[in-house]
């Protein structure tokens, strides 16, 4: 069982910089593949970008080049670096945590970004 608690979203000016965190709990996180989705009003949850254990990042289109994944398997957290941030960003962004060997997923409470001048 994999508990994930995010933080750091808010009210940011279009160009600006947020950096989201997401803290886990449970056994064995260093193997899970990590992940940051998020959802805007009115629209389907999509990926922003996943990270596998001991592998690269891969990254949805729209925030290529201006967002970055990384983890810390020791502080079992995950982060989510935002940069030139858009309107268009504007979303709750959820943590997400797969078990490779079961499939099993889970996710965190959500976090809002707004991006507005």
């Known amino acids: 069982q994999v508990q994930l608690v995010e933080s750091g979203g808010g009210l940011v000016q279009p160009g600006g910089s947020l950096t989201l965190s997401c803290a886990a709990s449970?056994?064995?996180?260093?193997?899970?593949?990590t992940g940051w989705y998020r959802q805007a009003p009115g629209k389907q949850r999509e990926l922003v970008a996943v990270m596998p254990s001991g592998g690269s990042p891969t990254y949805a289109d729209s925030v290529k080049g201006r967002f970055t994944i990384s983890r810390d398997n020791a502080k079992k957290t995950v982060y989510l670096q935002m940069n030139i941030l858009k309107a268009e960003d504007t979303a709750v962004y959820y943590c997400n945590a797969q078990n490779p060997f079961n499939r099993n997923e889970y996710w965190g409470q959500g976090t809002q970004v707004t991006v507005s001048s």
């Open positions: 449970g056994t064995f996180f260093s193997l899970y593949t």
